[in-house]
């Protein structure tokens, strides 16, 4: 499995408290994710980031924001947690842009009450 | 932006027999199309992809059809195992660095 590490795995949280998640990865890919999974929704992109202090929004960023200050390290924030954002997140790397191969972290489970 | 729908969004099989999960995108401009293979409480994993200039791709028991044209493409599974049980997600994606999944297909394979 790539080096990509998740944490936490799971957290609860409740309502209106800000929430951050991280990805740390070891590949020294330029390319990291956020994915959010929903049951019948399938992944969708967060946000994403070509490389340090480089990122850019996803389809559903709305509530989210996400630092890159190292390029192993990839930050996701929950500003203000809602209900609707009870979801598992995956972190993925790349070592080029979306049409290579995406590994995936652990996923972590949230769930905000 | 990209819209890929798949189908079924379950699927049962008995042991032996073969599966296909079929995809569909909206942007002629999609030039990778990965298939990702997810077990229960497992991260996804990729498991084959195939590129806009291929028209076939074989691995063993799975296989990856594409149609340009017609802008769909699809996962054959042959002689399924048990093992096969998880989900399936294909994606599409241009030369962007946005992935797009379709919603999943749930596959049980039965003894």
């Known amino acids: 499995d790539a080096g990509i590490t998740q944490s936490p795995r799971h957290k609860v949280t409740e309502t209106g408290t800000p929430v951050t998640l991280r990805c740390h990865q070891t590949e020294n890919h330029r390319y990291m994710y956020w994915y959010r999974q929903d049951p019948g929704h399938g992944l969708r992109l967060i946000h994403y980031s070509y490389g340090v202090k480089d990122t850019d929004k996803g389809e559903v960023s709305d509530g989210y924001s996400v630092s890159r200050s190292k390029t192993e390290d990839f930050l996701l924030t929950l500003e203000s947690a809602t209900s609707s954002q009870t979801s598992v997140y995956f972190c993925a790397i790349s070592v080029d842009r979306g049409n290579t191969e995406a590994f995936f972290g652990q996923g972590t489970r949230l769930t905000v009450v | 932006g990209e819209n890929v729908e798949q189908h079924p969004s379950t699927l049962s099989v008995q042991e032996g027999d073969s599966a296909v999960i079929k995809c569909t995108y909206s942007?002629?401009?999609?030039?990778?199309f990965p298939w990702y293979k997810q077990e229960l409480g497992k991260r996804p994993q990729l498991i084959i992809d195939i590129r806009s200039n291929v028209g076939e791709k074989k691995d063993q028991r799975i296989a990856v059809t594409l149609n340009k044209t017609a802008k769909h493409f699809s996962l054959h599974i042959t002689e399924t195992q048990p093992e096969d049980s998880a989900v399936y997600f294909c994606a599409a994606s241009t030369d962007t660095p946005k992935l797009t999944f379709g919603t999943g297909t749930r596959l049980q394979v039965t003894l």
């Open positions: 942007d002629s401009a999609s030039n990778y």
